[in-house]
């Protein structure tokens, strides 16, 4: 089993139980999901996320994703980043946990996943 991970808001995330698929914003306005490695979760989430207490960390088992999933970075740079082009069944979420900032509004990887996400600044 391989684990990509997908930062979302809790609204959007309880949004998925009437439907049975996650569909993220940029599923409509970019054609896919955008996804994160263990090594690359943490700097995502200190990117563009920071300070935000209302998110949730998704862990996506990579064999039960029907889409296709492409490792790319579409703004130029040299990190891989998995892409989920199509909706996420919520069958291939094998778990959920909730993704609160420090003090300071930084993230580090939740407790429970501290072994397996490296904090890569």
Known sequence: MSI?????????????FSTGLFTADSLSSEGFIHCSTAQQV???????????????????????????????????GADLFPHIYGPLEIAAVVAVHDFQPRADGSFEAPAAL????????
């Open 4 to 16: 990509i991970y997908h930062i979302a808001s809790k609204t959007d995330w309880e949004a998925t």
């Open 42 to 76: 943490v700097h995502t989430a200190n990117r563009l996320f920071r300070g935000r207490a209302d998110l949730v960390l998704l862990c996506i088992d990579t064999t039960q994703v029907r889409a296709d999933i492409r490792h790319e970075n579409l703004a130029g």
């Open 114 to 121: 501290r072994a397996t996400i490296t904090s890569v600044v």
